[in-house]
């Protein structure tokens, strides 16, 4: 049984003429009866009840036009499956991201955007650091990564989304706070207990502090590690030391603590967006599309598409 079968039969079941049905279908009525009496000897059973008057659907024909118009509609249906998928509007699109992010703007509202233009794509996004991001692409469990900066292997491409300064993260009653609106150096800081991710955590932020620190003269002492940002701010508010985070996590606001950007040259880092080469699909594409676009329309962000820099001066 081929679907020509199907549709020459729900032609005739619909005009309930042979004629008019050839018409529909713009072939002969010869051919057209012929199709219809292999279809009946194909069912095991007589679909119409014919006289030289008149057509009708037999009690047989009655049940299969249903079960008939199901499958050209399932057809249908699977064909544009297939036409949306090969356009990114179907599927899943696997994104890590690390946790710092989603803190600026045009981030969060890129995923509004693509969710609102792809409905029907979901969006799996996972939580990861920098280097799990990376190393999640290369074994290909995500297909984009929203990182910071770290050395990367040649597989990977880099689209920079935007660049913004670090901040120092000091206790609301630390003598720095007081004559610091305009900033501080890094030096400043050189004989101050750290709290900060622990190098095994994965995150860029850590090599860089590391080179900051050098380059100011001073080797940080790490007082206490923890593996997420919001602790590490609370344990500054606690009075355990002082820290260094992008400037995106000003927008937490939490009480005893005071943000100051570190006037130092270097103080600056990146979001990344991070993909295979020559493996992007229509959704990854259309959402990197969405991200770019986005991060340009953030007065705060600085895009700058680049390939191949997966040293950033942080090694």
Not at 12 to 28: D, K, N, P, Y
Not at 134 to 147: K, N, P, R, Y
Not at 211 to 219: I, P, T, W, Y
Not at 268 to 291: D, H, I, N, S
Request: hydrophobic share 45%; charged share 20%.
């Amino acid at each position: 049984m081929e679907l020509r079968h199907l549709r020459y039969f729900i032609a005739v079941a619909e005009e309930l003429h042979f004629g008019r049905a050839a018409q529909v279908l713009g072939i002969s009525q010869p051919p057209l009866s012929q199709q219809i009496q292999a279809l009946e000897q194909e069912v095991g059973a007589r679909l119409f009840e014919r006289t030289n008057r008149r057509v009708e659907l037999s009690e047989a024909g009655r049940l299969f036009l249903h079960e008939a118009r199901l499958v050209l509609a399932q057809v249908d249906k699977a064909a544009d499956v297939a036409r949306r998928a090969q356009l990114g509007q179907l599927g899943e699109l696997k994104i890590g991201f690390t946790s710092s992010a989603p803190f600026n703007s045009s981030i969060p509202q890129a995923i509004f955007a693509f969710r609102q233009a792809f409905p029907a794509v979901h969006l799996n996004l996972q939580e990861m650091s920098s280097t799990e991001v990376a190393e999640s692409l290369v074994d290909e469990s995500i297909q984009v990564g929203l990182m910071r900066p770290l050395p990367l292997p040649d597989s990977l491409s880099v689209i920079e989304l935007m660049r913004e300064p670090l901040v120092a993260v000091l206790n609301a009653g630390h003598p720095l706070v007081e004559g610091s609106e305009r900033g501080l150096y890094l030096a400043q800081l050189a004989q101050e207990p750290f709290v900060f991710f622990p190098r095994t955590y994965g995150s860029g932020l850590y090599a860089q502090l590391l080179n900051l620190a050098r380059d100011a003269g001073f080797s940080p002492h790490f007082a206490q590690e923890a593996g997420e940002a919001m602790t590490i701010i609370g344990l500054v508010a606690a009075g355990l030391g002082v820290s260094v985070l992008p400037a995106s996590y000003q927008r937490i606001r939490i009480d005893g603590v005071v943000y100051r950007t570190l006037l130092d040259q270097e103080a600056v880092t990146a979001v990344w967006l991070v993909q295979r080469k020559g493996a992007q699909t229509p959704m990854a594409k259309a959402f990197v599309e969405l991200l770019v676009a986005s991060g340009r329309c953030d007065d705060s962000t600085s895009p700058l598409a680049t390939e191949d820099v997966p040293g950033f001066g942080f090694t």
